[in-house]
């Protein structure tokens, strides 16, 4: 718009000029010879009617747009999405792990769980998922090194195994560990009021522990709303609720519903990605939503049937899988949605989920 007002202005300032040399010959026609020797010759001044006047005009017109640009270029502009990446891909994946309940006891249950379960119904959902092993920290790890590496739930040490913050970094991607109720960025220590280590897999890792810059990708969840906002989610998000909202446990008053108090959390706190232009567009965000085990009592595959919901503007929109499936399969769809063309541990081997994808 600037670029038109300059031009407009320059424009005006040339007419200007012209009709003051127009003018001024039609003065040196008019004069006869006879006043001719009597009347001094006029004066031509580098003033507005002549073009070095229009010149300067000029110059003080673009030099003053000029300035200007350079005082609003400090101005950010609004959020212009980006084009979509190739079919199967996706600028951003977020995976959230809920706690320790069984497929019966949230699918279908729109009474308790409405939130869940309608995002279940508009896109997809697998009804033939299980978990690997009980308890939590086994299926942590599998999520994101592709093996349970131990299913002590007071495991505190140094994880060196292959992992996918390795590939993550190795591909030149971003990551996130958005944990609820974590004390500190970069926080590596053991569990809080609400805040349990057994549940930040990422915080394990050798890759993490022992590299300051990496570190400073283990942040309390509240990051996660302004990251959002400010459109600078990173490519890979793994979002822990603390253990007051995750469905496994209430606050220390012991009053709560577990399951209604966990979908009303993912309504406040997830839903607004499907209000990011960022997110919420072809190729911008994948979503998943599912739990780390069920009921101890359901051992079938290791770990119990459990809940698996995807959503995006790539997922198929009413799509039920029977396909069955664990967490090494999600770890490998999340790097597959990212470009990634190695994967850690059981990835390797794992079966893709693309089928909930639109176009497959």
Same mark, same amino acid.
């Given at each position: 718009m600037k670029k038109y007002v300059v031009v407009l202005i320059v424009f005006i300032l040339v007419c200007i000029g012209i009709f003051g040399m127009v003018k001024l010959a039609s003065r040196n026609r008019s004069a006869s010879p006879d006043?001719?020797? &009597?009347?001094?010759?006029?004066?031509?001044? *580098?003033?507005?009617?002549? /073009?070095? +006047?229009? !010149?300067?005009?000029?110059?003080?017109?673009?030099?003053s747009s000029s300035s200007q640009d350079g005082?609003?270029?400090?101005? *950010?502009?609004? /959020?212009?999405?980006?084009?979509? *990446?190739?079919k199967g891909r996706a600028r951003h994946v977020v995976i959230v792990l809920e706690e320790n309940q069984g497929y019966q006891k949230v699918m279908g249950n729109t009474q308790e769980m409405p =939130? !869940? &379960?309608? !995002?279940?119904?508009?896109?997809? =959902?697998?009804? &033939?998922? =299980?978990?690997?092993?009980?308890?939590?920290? +086994? &299926?942590?790890?599998?999520?994101?090194?592709? $093996?349970?590496?131990t299913n002590n739930s007071s495991h505190t040490d140094t994880v060196t195994d292959d992992n996918i913050v390795r590939h993550l970094v190795a591909a030149?991607?971003?990551?996130?560990?958005?944990?609820?109720?974590?004390?500190?960025?970069?926080?590596?220590g053991s569990s809080g009021e609400s805040y349990d280590q057994d549940h930040t897999p990422l915080a394990f890792y050798s890759d993490v522990r022992d590299n300051p810059?990496?570190?400073?990708?283990?942040?309390?969840?509240?990051?996660?709303?302004? $990251?959002?906002?400010?459109?600078?989610?990173?490519? =890979?998000? /793994?979002i822990i609720p603390n253990s007051y909202n995750d469905a496994d446990g209430c606050p220390p008053s012991g009053d709560c519903n577990l399951l209604a108090t966990a979908d009303n959390w993912l309504k406040t706190n997830i839903d607004p990605v499907f209000k990011?232009? $960022?997110?919420?567009?072809?190729? +911008?965000?994948? !979503?998943i939503i599912?739990?780390?085990?069920?009921?101890?009592? $359901?051992k079938t595959h290791g770990g119990g049937q459990i809940p698996w919901i995807v959503a995006g503007a790539d997922v198929k929109k009413g799509f039920v899988s029977n396909t069955f499936y664990q967490h090494e399969n999600t770890l490998r769809f999340m790097a597959e949605l990212l470009g990634l063309t190695s994967f850690p541990g059981k990835a390797a081997s794992a079966?893709?989920?693309?089928e909930f994808l639109t176009g497959y």
């Open positions: 006043n001719a020797q &009597n009347q001094s010759a006029p004066s031509i001044q *580098p003033n507005l009617f002549s /073009f070095s +006047g229009v !010149l300067k005009s000029i110059e003080q017109t673009v030099g005082n609003q270029a400090q101005v *950010p502009s609004p /959020f212009k999405p980006l084009p979509a *990446p190739p =939130y !869940l &379960n309608s !995002l279940a119904s508009t896109y997809a =959902y697998s009804k &033939n998922y =299980y978990a690997n092993t009980h308890p939590s920290i +086994g &299926n942590y790890f599998m999520l994101t090194a592709g $093996d349970t590496i030149g991607k971003t990551w996130k560990e958005y944990s609820e109720g974590l004390p500190s960025i970069g926080f590596t810059d990496q570190k400073k990708n283990l942040v309390p969840f509240s990051q996660f709303t302004k $990251d959002l906002a400010d459109n600078k989610l990173p490519d =890979y998000s /793994f990011s232009a $960022d997110f919420n567009s072809p190729g +911008g965000g994948i !979503l599912t739990f780390d085990e069920a009921a101890k009592s $359901d079966a893709s989920m693309k």
